[in-house]
């Protein structure tokens, strides 16, 4: 038996303003090519679906085309809520799904009792039992307690995800021996931050406030642990795979120093589980430049256009020592006829030993108060919108003052 394990699709999501329905669109294609190529027969989601809780009708047509198109293929979907799903939302479908080999998972109650599922090969047979664990939310697995302190709170959370991790576990345990299926291995699955993960800028934090992280060691030990909510692919250390699949598209600039991918695990009769990843196309060509307007220049030349006539999403950040009002303008037309988009343009602000000096030796007098402040706003990652903003909003505000001061 095959089985993908995937995360973090993060359907609806818009990018500075631009959608990532063409994105998405690509990528299903290319996860049902591959579920057929590899006759796949189960795909587990750990979480986050969609992007927000109230997902655009375009996200969600997205979605129900998927589940339709892969009845061809024979595949089971299990899609399991994360922090950014809505658990109404998700349950609009659930029963209607449920007759397409789909299963919406969306918390411990939902499934009116144990949340086990057998996977089962194409033939029938059961080959894995899944603990289809979504998103906790600490009111679906904690009871309030007044009086805690802070970190009595957030012992008090672990131990809850702890325990309900634990207790579905050994239900699976007792399911298989109750049904002869012992050797059958178990997964489980989550959407939570492990310790010791890499994060990225497009990661929310979640438990804010009480449970920063999850220990690898309090996972029970189920053979695999698919889990959801880093978008970068990685383990978890641990003697059983503890497996974060990562999103399938670079949701923020930050993730583009790592492929993206999939986990495909495969079962084998009275062998261990094994799994591999398999890297996922870039359906959006996307770069981070940094440096100096000279270094950019080059760096702009040295882009190759994309074979697929897109167009390519930049995030620039120019170093400089003096602050440009024009900078928007110059970056605008080093660019022009390129095959490039600037989603985001940000200035890094460096100070030269000389200007230090100078600031060294200037005192308050010598400068007016209108310099304090853009002195200030060079030192904040503003783009040149946000800068202009606030310095407009600085000079209405001193006028208003000078007025009432009149």
Known sequence: MKIVHTSDWHLGQFFYARSRAAEHQAFFHWLKRLVIDQEVDAIIVAG???????PASYARELLNQFIVSLQETGCQLYLLAGNHDS?????????????????????????????????????????????????????????SQAGLSGKEKQQDLLQAITRYYHDIFQQACDYSAQHQLESLPIIATGHLTALGVTKS????????????????????????????????????????????????????????????????????ADQPLQWQTVDIPCFQPMRSLKGSLSELADQLAALEAP?????????????????????????????EGLAVEILLLRRKRLQSSLAVNIKMKETLNELTPEEVF?????????????????????????????????
């Open 48 to 54: 986050d679906i969609f992007d927000t809780a109230t």
């Open 87 to 143: 658990v109404a939302t998700l349950n609009e479908s659930r029963e209607l799904v449920a007759c397409l080999n789909t299963h919406i998972i969306t918390g411990p109650d939902e499934q009116g009792g144990s949340p086990l599922f057998p996977l089962k090969e194409r033939n029938g047979n059961i080959a894995a039992i899944l603990c289809a664990i979504p998103y906790l939310r600490p009111r679906d697995i904690q009871l």
């Open 201 to 268: 800028d497009s990661v929310r934090d979640i438990y804010i406030g009480s449970l920063e992280a999850f220990p690898a060691n309090a996972f029970p030990p189920a053979d695999y642990i698919a889990l959801g909510h880093i978008h970068r692919p990685q383990n978890v250390s641990g003697e059983k795979p503890i497996r974060y699949s990562g999103s399938p598209i670079p949701l923020s600039f930050d993730e583009l120093g790592s492929s993206k991918s999939i986990t495909l695990i495969t079962l084998t």
């Open 307 to 335: 074979i697929s006539g897109q167009k390519i999403w930049l995030d620039i950040e120019i170093h400089h020592e003096e602050y440009l009002s024009d900078l928007q303008q110059r970056v605008e037309k080093m660019a």
């Open 374 to 406: 853009r002195r200030r706003l060079a030192q904040e990652p503003l783009d040149e919108a946000q800068y202009h903003s606030m310095l407009q909003l600085f000079r209405e505000v001193s006028a208003q003052l000078n007025e009432e001061q009149g």
